[in-house]
C-alpha cells in the first residue's frame, strides 16, 4: 500500500491544527520551578481551586462533527469530507448518522470505464444500545499556565463512565471496482452471441477497467465508549476542563447484494469493443468487518479524530485516517 504524498501533506497540515489547539497539553510539560520563588520553600504559592463539574453522565447529548481531512489509503485512494452526528436519546439509547463523499478520486487515465461516473460516497444511520454502565474514578493530571514558560501541573481525582453496548446499522456504499484488484467477467450486450470475458486478461497491458459499485449492506457489532467530564478553577489562573468521549467498536458487515454498473470498451485489438455487462457474472463479496477507534470533543466546540480498518462488502481492504471538529450546542447539560 503506497501512501501518496498529498496525504503527508494533508496529515502535516492536522499536526499543526493539533499543536495550535493545545500546545501545552501535548506538546508541553514545563513544571513550576521552585527556584523560580526563591531557595525557602514557603515562598513557593499555594493555589486554591475549585471542582466545577466532575459529571461525565450528564455530558452533551448532541454532537455534530466535520472530517474534513479523512484519507482513504487503498488501491483507489480518496480524499473524503464526512460528516457525522451523535445524539444520545436517554442513558440506555444513542443514535447515529454519517455520510461521506470523495472529492478527489484516483481513477487511472484511460481504459473502460461506466457510461457515468459516480464518485465514491457512503451513508448510513444507526443506534448503540448499551447493556453495561459503571462510573469510576482515576487521577488525570492538568496543566495550568501561570507565566511564559512555566505552567503548574496537578493530579485530581476525576469520574469517567464507561459504557458497553450493542451496534446496529444500515448503510450504503458506493465505490470504485478495478480489474486489477477484482475479477470483472462480463459480455458484450450488443452481441448476445458472444461468450462471456475476463475483461482483466483480455485488455492490452497495463490497461484496467473500472465501474461503479452499489453495495447496501447491515452492521453489527459491539462498542464500548469511556466519557470523560472534568472541570477545574484554579485562582488567578484559566480554567480548564477534560470533557470528551472515546469508543472502541468491532462490527460484522453483510450485504444482501451488490450491483456493477455496466463499462463501455473502446475499440482494441483484443476484445470487440462495445458496452459490456459486468454485474452478472463478476463474483462478488458479500461480507465483512471493520474495527475502530474514535475521539471527539464534547465541548461546545474542539478536535476529532478516528480511525477505522477492515474489509467493506464488495469493496475489499480499507484503512481510513481523519481529523476534524466537533460542535456540541448545548456543551454539558
Not at 264 to 280: F, R, T, W
Amino acid at each position: 500500500m503506497n501512501i501518496p504524498p498529498k496525504h503527508t501533506l494533508i496529515f502535516c497540515i492536522a499536526l499543526i491544527m493539533i499543536s495550535l489547539a493545545y500546545p501545552k497539553e501535548l506538546f508541553s510539560q514545563n513544571k513550576i520551578n521552585p527556584e523560580h520563588y526563591g531557595s525557602d520553600s514557603d515562598s513557593i504559592p499555594v493555589f486554591h481551586y475549585d471542582i466545577v463539574r466532575n459529571r461525565p453522565d450528564s455530558v452533551a447529548r448532541l454532537t455534530f462533527i466535520i472530517y474534513p481531512f479523512e484519507e482513504a489509503l487503498n488501491d483507489v485512494s480518496n480524499n473524503v469530507i464526512q460528516a457525522y452526528c451523535s445524539y444520545d436519546l436517554n442513558k440506555k439509547v444513542n443514535l447515529y448518522c454519517t455520510a461521506s463523499i470523495a472529492y478527489n478520486e484516483d481513477r487511472g487515465a484511460g481504459g473502460p470505464r461506466p457510461l457515468v461516473y459516480i464518485p465514491y460516497f457512503n451513508i448510513e444511520t444507526g443506534s448503540n444500545i448499551y447493556f453495561y454502565r459503571k462510573s469510576l474514578t482515576a487521577n488525570s493530571r492538568m496543566f495550568f499556565p501561570t507565566d511564559p514558560g512555566n505552567s503548574l501541573s496537578a493530579k485530581f481525582i476525576r469520574n469517567h463512565l464507561i459504557k458497553i453496548g450493542i451496534h446496529g446499522g444500515v448503510g450504503f456504499l458506493n465505490s470504485t471496482i478495478a480489474s486489477y484488484n477484482k475479477e470483472l467477467i462480463g459480455y458484450n450486450t450488443s452481441d448476445p452471441t458472444q461468450k462471456k470475458l475476463d475483461i482483466k486478461n483480455s485488455l492490452p497491458q497495463y490497461t484496467y477497467a473500472a465501474t461503479n459499485a452499489q453495495t447496501p449492506y447491515l452492521s453489527a457489532g459491539l462498542v464500548m465508549e469511556n466519557v470523560k467530564d472534568l472541570a477545574i478553577n484554579i485562582e488567578k489562573l484559566k480554567r480548564k476542563e477534560i470533557m470528551h468521549k472515546t469508543s472502541f467498536y468491532l462490527d460484522l458487515l453483510a450485504s444482501p447484494y451488490s450491483h456493477y454498473d455496466d463499462i463501455v470498451i473502446p475499440d482494441y485489438i483484443e476484445i470487440p469493443k462495445g458496452i459490456y455487462n459486468v454485474n452478472q457474472y463478476s463474483p462478488k463479496q458479500l461480507f465483512g468487518f471493520r474495527a475502530g477507534w474514535s475521539y471527539y470533543s464534547l465541548k461546545k466546540l474542539g478536535l476529532a479524530f478516528g480511525a477505522e480498518g477492515g474489509i467493506m462488502p464488495n469493496s475489499g481492504a480499507f484503512l481510513n485516517l481523519k481529523i476534524g471538529l466537533a460542535f456540541s450546542p448545548k456543551g454539558n447539560r
